[in-house]
Each structure stands twice: as C-alpha cells, then as structure tokens.
C-alpha cells in the first residue's frame, strides 16, 4: 500500500477513536535500533519507543533470531499445554522480581489484562471488594481498567465505579494540597488512610499504583511515599500492587523493577511493553498465597504464547548480558542533564522529572501560574516531527513531552535529540511572539 492508500484505510477501516499526534498521521515503514522511517523514507530518532516498549532496540538481531527459531518450531498451543519458553520466561522472572516471594506467574496479552488478573487475585485473596487507585493514573482499556485510571481523557462510555476510589497521588510540581516537599510531611501519602477511613467500608481488597505514572506524564513520587501507603494499604487488609507496565525491566536504571527504588516489596506485580520488545505480551507476577487464592480453571488463549515467551526470555537476556539497567541510569542521567540546560534555556519547561530513561518535560506559559501549555505542546510536537525525532505527550492537560528511548541508546543519541529539541522549542517560541 501507498502512503495514501494506508491513511484512506485508516479513516475509513478503524474507530475513530484510535487517534494521532500529529496533525497528519505518520505513516512508519521501517525500523531498526533507535531509528524508525517513514513512507517517504524520512529517518527519525526514537525517543518514544513503541510508547516505552521497544526496550533493547527496534528489530533486535538476537530477540528476532530467537524468536524465528521458535516459530519455526512451535507457534502456539495455549495454556492448556506446557511449553518451554512459558516456562523458562516464569522462572526467569520469579529469579529477578523483588524480596523472594513474587514467584508465580500468570501470562496474558497487555498491561490491561494484567492488571485485570491482578485484582481479580486482590478479591480473591482478600475476600474483600474495594481497590484503592490513585488520580491521574493510567492501568488500561478495559471496562475494569478504566474505572481504575484516574484520567477523564481515558475513561471512555458508561463507567462504574465498581468499589474503586481514587486518592491523591504525590505530584509534587502540582501538589493537591499546596505544600513543598519534603516540608510537606508527604501528606498525599497519609491521606490514603482518610479516604479507606471515609470511603470505603474500612476494609479493602488492594491498592493499585504505577510507580511513575506514565500517562499522568511520568510523575515520579518521592522517596518516602510508596514505605508509608504499603503500611496503609497492609494494615487495612489489603494487598499493594506495583503497576510495573511502563516501569519494568530496567527502564528507571540499576533495578529490575520501578518499584524497587522505593524499597517496597509488592504482594503483586504486573507488566507488559518492555518485556516483549514489541511482541505483545503481559504478566502477572504474585506470592504463592495470593496466586493460589484464584481458585478453579482458568486460561488465556494466547497469554504465554511461545513466540512472545521466547522474545520476553530474549529481551531480558539482552538486558542483562549488555548491562542496559546500568546504562539506562548512566544514560538517563545524561539525558536529565541535557534536559535541564534546556529548561534553563527555554521559559516553556516548568518541570523535568522521570528516572532513568523514563524522562518528561511539563510545559507551562508560565512558571509562576504554572497554566498548562496544551497548544504549545501540540505545536512542539510539529515541531520535533519535522526535526526528525519521536517523542510522547501525555499528562491530564496533554502539555507533558514523555521521553522513553531503548534502553541501549548512548551519549551521542541523546546529544543527537536533545539538540534536535532545542532547535523544536526555539521554533516554538518564535512562531508564538510572531
């Protein structure tokens, strides 16, 4: 197809509601590494990754090898069957995740099923009902999922509440409560017992958080938030949950898992995107207890698919024989450094937050007021498309840039980029005094 003929199918053939950053939409052909091509043949350097899932590189030689020496070997014969690569990836995992008890492992298709499974495991281990989620989180498409996500934007059609609530999360740039950290005592965290205490019946199934929310605009809590809510949480029976989709598989740097920096053990964990390199993949990682409270038969179709088992597998040996999780905080605090100059540069960068290769930069017409520059950032977005580099949007007010490279970029990418979004912003500011 021509890249006409791709943008008629698209229009005519798909929901509406699948949407676009650009203006036009960009039609991708090609991709190898950090680079991905246009129909036109136009290079771009990806800084978006898939959305934070091309974790060791576009088309990876070895993930790709692996994974046609398995499709060339066994395809798919769901879980009713036992395979090598299903389990050789489980016990992987249960090697790697935090503390010594996330052992079992339950393999579906996405970040949305995952967390589905997740509470299902919460309720059932509990015998109790209520979630705790956070406002401004992101957990997935689902009916459930939705009603966990903290977003207007995403919560889509006739939703119910379903015995989920809402706290605050620790946004510190925007603090709910109009304090400053650390004199704040972290009083979005404490307030998680006034809202189990007001609205729930007291008792509750489990709470449910993304380390750094990555849709929210990677809001990145601080130190001593996630060791006060797990005490919460536990002492009112229910169970943490770590929403490890985006933050998994060394992306914050030096640990497997987000929620490790915060020194926390979760009861549960769930994952996708990085994993599987782009081969669609999702897990859910429990205790023994928690996982054996889910009672009776149960299976997914394609969850623990032998290709994407064996790319899961693949992309974590890639990982770790090529020290990634070292250079993805290496890297990343290369980058936080290049991202800072530009924010003393530029006016428009009111905050630049993240963790390892898991960057964002919030744009404001103004750092006193801090009002959300959502046309701006539509604008940059133009901007940094024609000066060949890929980045996210995200936030609330959609005025976020989220950067999430593979995690085997180096120095001379991020120069590359950073470079490349000094000229998108320069460009920005003159079109706006014009």
């Not at 972290?186 to 809202?195: K, S, Y």
């Not at 470079?419 to 706006?432: I, P």
């Amino acid at each position: 197809m021509k890249k006409h003929d791709v943008l008629l199918a698209h229009r005519e053939f798909l929901f509406p509601a699948v949407f676009h950053y650009y203006r036009e939409p960009l039609v991708l052909a090609r991709a190898k590494d950090q680079y991905v091509w246009d129909a036109d043949g136009n290079q771009y350097l990806d800084f978006l990754g898939g959305i934070v899932t091309i974790s060791v590189g576009h088309c990876n030689e070895e993930v790709n090898r692996r994974v046609r020496e398995q499709m060339d070997t066994l395809g798919h014969v769901s879980t009713v069957f036992a395979t090598e690569p299903q389990a050789a990836l489980a016990a992987r995992i249960a090697a790697i995740t935090p503390g010594e008890r996330l052992t079992k492992s339950f393999f579906t298709n996405s970040g949305t099923e995952a967390n589905e499974t997740a509470i299902l495991a919460a309720r059932c281990y509990t015998g109790a009902s209520e979630i705790v989620a956070l406002r401004y989180s992101y957990h997935g498409r689902s009916a459930l999922a939705m009603t966990l996500t903290g977003q207007s934007n995403w919560r889509l059609g006739p939703v119910s509440q379903c015995g989920i609530v809402h706290a605050h999360n620790a946004y510190c740039y925007r603090c709910p409560f109009g304090l400053t950290y650390p004199d704040c005592g972290v009083r979005c965290a404490r307030d998680i017992e006034e809202v189990i205490r007001t609205t729930t019946t007291g008792r509750i199934a489990g709470f449910i958080a993304e380390p750094i929310q990555g849709v929210a605009g990677f809001v990145t809590p601080p130190k001593e938030y996630f060791g006060i809510v797990a005490d919460i949480v536990r002492r009112y029976g229910g169970v943490f949950i770590s929403d490890e989709v985006q933050t998994a598989w060394g992306r914050t740097g030096h640990r497997w898992f987000g929620i490790e920096h915060w020194g926390v053990t979760p009861d549960i964990i769930t994952s996708a995107k990085g994993l599987g390199n782009g081969f669609p993949i999702g897990v859910t990682v429990a205790t023994p207890e928690v996982a054996a409270s889910i009672q009776g038969a149960t299976i997914s179709t394609f969850g623990g698919n032998p290709l994407a088992t064996t790319a899961g597998k693949a992309a974590l040996d890639f990982i770790d024989e090529n020290n990634l999780r070292v250079n993805a905080a290496e890297t990343g605090a290369y980058l936080r450094e290049r991202l800072l100059e530009l924010q003393e540069k530029h006016a428009i960068i009111g905050d630049v937050r993240g963790m390892g290769l898991l960057q964002a930069l919030e744009l404001v017409e103004d750092r006193g007021t801090k009002t959300p520059a959502v046309a701006a950032t539509a604008a940059l977005m133009e901007a940094a498309r024609e000066n060949r580099i890929l980045l996210g949007k995200g936030g609330l007010h959609g005025n976020v840039l989220r950067l999430s490279p593979p995690l085997n970029i180096g120095k001379r990418d991020v120069d590359d980029f950073t470079r490349a979004l000094d000229l998108s912003l320069a460009r920005c500011a003159q079109a706006a005094m014009m």
